[in-house]
């Protein structure tokens, strides 16, 4: 069984705690492996170790520390296939999904800050008849990173990549039902050499552990994404010590079809962004509005291709649908498809557990659902399933699809499927989220801002917004008088 250790001080450590917390490959339904459990001293010897570390790292040139992230990078791309079966393995995601989307973004998200932070400007000056100001942008200190299972290494980097560039020493904690690849990434640490201290990747609870780090006086700024609960723990947590916040959280993303879409690309993109991962991506649609004169046709042709998804072992390449990452997830969705069922909706395709053959017997699948005829305030169209369950609403004017669109507490992301791009355009100004696609999903540059509003987000994590995220400005003013 593997035990999965802190990286502290550019070593791998056990730490006080004998508690040890069961992992899971959800494939096999099996434990794999176990995960220490950090107490509040190993949280506090990492912070210790990441102090110390913050002097030399942060007055290190920004072109040798982006040397360290590209080595990061390099090291990550050369052991891709190692990272993508593990992450596979510890989440139930296809493979293939992993070879193509996780991995390839966790090693861009390192190349990428690398590149964006040598164009930052971190001093300007400003000048007037009374003042010569020099304002510049400065590291905070010892940071916290806290990312989500579901896309492990993918979302951990994005995080630390701009934390360490901008001269951060990091404190970073995946979650525990995932956290194997993020411990791999200890070894690719020490094999390039990064300096002891700068990244301390922690174990444990959230509730635990988790709490210990937001709490810690030391820690400067907390960027997190995971559930919207959970932000709002973490932000009650962090006031007490003025602690600067990016929350990137739950949503219940509309997809809005119009009947001039075009329609095939439509249904496969819809197909892709409700089931992709097994619908555990917080950017897939889960509420899809579709204008009443195609409404009967979509849903015929979209269940067919719903139904035709190949479920089956991650590890297979041809594996286009995996198992739900955990057994309480798993539980969890179970529980809205029945209520669902309770409520008088019309399951079109799915709602009940998968059972494979061989090594998968005892795994956690659920078919992909779709389902009809629940009013959008009942509360499978208003809570976060996030999982493999879309529901399908008519609309019949625009102004309708919109208010449909906006009624939630959420505003993460939506679609827009039509061939007119100024119609689409139009509507996407009078939506409430953050990232709208129109004719397209998951089309991420890294540049752009990327966050929720409502309760999905506080703050935007990409380019501009990240490094200024990690970083803070100092005004220095000379009299001129
Ligand atoms: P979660 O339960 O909120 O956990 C997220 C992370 O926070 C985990 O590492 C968790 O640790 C930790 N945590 C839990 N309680 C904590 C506390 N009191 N203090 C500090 N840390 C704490 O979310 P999840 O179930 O892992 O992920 C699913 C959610 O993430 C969904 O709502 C999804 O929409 C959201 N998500 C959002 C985005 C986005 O970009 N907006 C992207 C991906 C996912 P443990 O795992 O140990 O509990």
């Not at 506090?44 to 290190?60: H, Q």
């Amino acid at each position: 069984m593997k035990l999965i250790q802190n990286y502290v001080n550019g070593e791998y450590v056990s730490g006080t705690s004998a508690h040890r917390i069961d992992l899971f490959d959800p494939a096999i339904g099996r434990p794999y492996g176990q995960l220490i459990d950090s107490s509040i001293k190993d949280v506090n010897d990492a912070i210790n170790s990441s102090k110390i570390a913050f002097p030399l790292w942060s007055s290190m040139k920004l072109n040798n520390r982006a040397k360290y992230l590209n080595a990061i990078a390099d090291e990550i791309e050369s052991r891709a296939n190692e990272f993508s079966e593990i992450e596979s393995m510890d989440t139930g995601k296809p493979i293939s999904l992993a070879n193509s989307l996780d991995i390839p973004r966790a090693i861009s998200n390192f190349r990428f800050f690398a590149e964006y932070a040598k164009k930052f400007e971190y001093i300007s000056n400003l000048n007037d008849e009374i003042s010569k100001n020099e304002i510049s942008r400065n590291p905070l200190g010892v940071v916290c990173c806290i990312s989500p299972w579901n896309l492990p290494l993918y979302l951990f980097t994005w995080k630390i990549a701009p934390a360490l560039i901008t001269g951060n020493t990091v404190i970073a904690k995946p979650s525990e039902i995932t956290p194997y690849t993020a411990y791999l990434l200890g070894e690719v640490c020490t094999k390039v050499g990064l300096p002891p201290g700068v990244l301390n990747i922690i174990q444990g609870r959230g509730s635990t552990t988790g709490d210990f780090i937001v709490k810690n006086e030391f820690i400067k700024a907390i960027s997190f994404t995971g559930g919207s609960e959970t932000g709002k723990t973490i932000y009650k947590n962090a006031s007490n010590t003025f602690k600067k916040l990016s929350l990137e959280m739950g949503g219940k993303n509309p997809a809005i079809i119009f009947q001039d879409c075009d329609y095939n690309d439509t249904l496969d993109s819809i197909t892709r962004s409700s089931f992709l991962n097994q619908g555990q991506i917080c950017l897939c649609s889960s509420r899809l509005l579709i204008e009443e004169s195609i409404y009967d046709r979509f849903k015929k042709d979209f269940c067919d291709r719903v139904s035709n998804l190949k479920i089956g072992d991650p590890m297979e390449l041809d594996t286009q649908f995996g198992a739900i990452s955990s057994e309480e997830h798993f539980t969890k969705i179970n529980n809205y498809i029945k209520l669902a069922k309770d409520e008088g909706a019309n399951i079109l395709t799915g709602g009940i557990v998968e059972r494979l053959n061989g090594r998968c017997a005892d795994g956690w699948f659920i078919r992909p659902t779709v389902l009809e005829g629940l009013s959008n305030s009942s509360r499978l169209n208003q809570e976060e399933i996030f999982g493999p369950v879309v529901t399908l609403q008519s609309f019949n004017s625009e102004s309708n699809a919109i208010k449909m669109a906006n009624d939630t507490v959420y505003g993460l992301s939506a679609t827009i499927w039509t061939k007119d791009n100024k119609k689409g355009k139009k509507i996407s100004r009078k939506i409430d989220a953050g990232v709208i696609w129109v004719n397209c999903w998951l089309v991420r540059n890294l540049n752009t801002p990327f966050g929720g509003m409502k309760q999905s987000g506080l703050g935007r994590e990409g380019g501009n917004d990240a490094i200024q995220f990690f970083t803070e400005q100092k005004n220095i003013c000379l009299s001129t008088r």
